[in-house]
Each structure stands twice: as structure tokens, then as C-alpha cells.
């Protein structure tokens, strides 16, 4: 079965400090990977999704990058943090599929937080 | 992508069926509709999905009519732990864009 993983779980950084947070998906091949913030009480903002290795579609202009060095592998980064990074950030990956909407498994998320 | 707009908020008390509908005017004909719930802290889950007509699984059911421009999720005899936020999602094979999502609070 597939299973999705991010770590850490929870961060506290200081603003100015670098970001990475990473996510692995097992058991699937070729999937669409995706990066969601959700800041508190709100929905969820995509912030970057990727189709394939090196591959990254932006959504929200914003000083994150986000990077697949391997096909199941999707890093999000940042070389300064500002205090609105602060949030819920979720990894979700799909089937690769063109036929139809395939539906997005998430994982556990990291809580970050700006100090 | 197509918008959606759904109720920001739904009490209901417990072993009530729950309706919740989310408008969709601009769906595209290859769009799908799905529908996800999220818990505090965790990411959402997937729950149930539709293209027209009705759909229906263990946990709930989809009515979605001809013209597709409204989808109702329905949650049968609800329990305590089915407060949560449901999103409903439409998009195409790439990616979707997640509405504000419904908070259901259910109550004893």
C-alpha cells in the first residue's frame, strides 16, 4: 500500500533562519506531488506541485521553493523565514492521471512556527 | 479552475443525517467533484467522489444533479467523531483548488 511521510512533525525556527521540510511517498511510482500551507483556522493555499523529477509548478509568488531531486521526494525551502511562513504545511501526492480528477492523499503535516 | 462555495459553518445533533451542498457554476466537463475531511492538526482525507448522479460508499453519499453546478455530501446517522471541516474540491487531473471548507460540529 502507499504511504506518504513528512518530517518533522512540528519546527520552531527564528525568523532570518533557512527552511527544509521534506516528504517521501512509498509504494507508488511517478506520482503528482503536491505543498499546501493552511495558516490557523483557514483552508488550504497550494503553494507548489510537481508533475514529474524537476519539474515545479508555483501557485503563490512567496520567498518558498520547492524541489523533487527524486521521484518521490519533494522538499520545500526557504533561505529566510518571515513571520507570515508561520503555518500548517501539508505534502499530498496523487496517481498521475489524465482521465480524471485522481483524488490526493495527505500526510501528517508540520506545524511551523516564526519566532 | 473552478471556484467553489460552501457553508462556512453546520451543527447538527447526533444520529441526524447531515447535508452539506457546495456550489460549483463554473465546473468544467472533465472536472470530478471530491469531497475530503479534516481533523485538527492532521491533513484532510479523502472521502468520496463524483462526476454526476449519485455516488455512495461506507462512509457517505454524493448527490450531484444534470447540470453539475451543485454537489450535496451526505453523511448518514452522524456520530461525534465526524466534527470536522469537509472540503469540497473541483479540478482537473493536476490539481484542485480547496474552498474554505465546512466546519460540522456535532452534538451530543
Known amino acids: ?115 | 479552475l473552478a471556484k467553489t462555495t460552501q457553508p462556512i459553518s453546520m451543527d447538527s445533533y447526533e444520529g441526524q443525517e447531515v447535508n452539506i451542498t457546495c456550489s460549483h457554476n463554473n465546473i468544467a466537463t472533465n472536472d470530478y467533484i471530491t469531497w475530503y475531511q479534516q481533523f485538527p492538526s492532521q491533513g484532510p482525507r479523502f472521502i468520496i467522489q463524483g462526476y454526476k448522479t449519485k455516488v455512495t460508499n461506507e462512509v457517505a453519499s454524493l448527490f450531484i444533479p444534470a447540470d453539475r453546478k451543485s454537489s450535496t455530501l451526505s453523511l448518514p446517522r452522524v456520530s461525534l467523531s465526524d466534527t470536522a471541516v469537509y472540503y469540497c474540491l473541483v479540478g482537473g487531473y493536476q490539481k484542485v483548488t480547496f474552498g474554505t471548507g465546512t466546519k460540522l460540529q456535532v452534538i451530543p
Do not use: M
Request: aromatic share 10%.
Open chain 1, 1 to 115: 500500500s502507499q504511504t506518504i511521510h513528512q518530517w518533522p512533525a512540528t519546527l520552531v525556527q527564528p525568523v532570518g533562519s533557512p527552511l527544509s521540510l521534506e516528504c517521501t511517498v512509498e509504494g507508488t511510482s511517478n506520482p503528482n506531488l503536491y505543498w499546501y500551507r493552511q495558516a490557523a483556522g483557514r483552508g488550504l493555499q497550494l503553494l507548489f506541485y510537481s508533475v514529474g523529477i524537476g519539474q515545479i509548478s508555483s501557485e503563490v509568488p512567496q520567498n518558498l521553493s520547492a524541489s523533487r531531486p527524486q521521484d518521490r521526494q519533494f522538499i520545500l525551502s526557504s533561505k529566510k523565514l518571515l513571520l507570515s511562513d508561520s503555518g500548517f504545511y501539508l505534502c499530498a501526492w496523487s496517481v498521475l492521471g489524465t482521465e480524471r480528477n485522481q483524488p490526493q492523499h495527505f500526510g501528517d503535516g508540520t506545524r511551523l512556527s516564526i519566532l
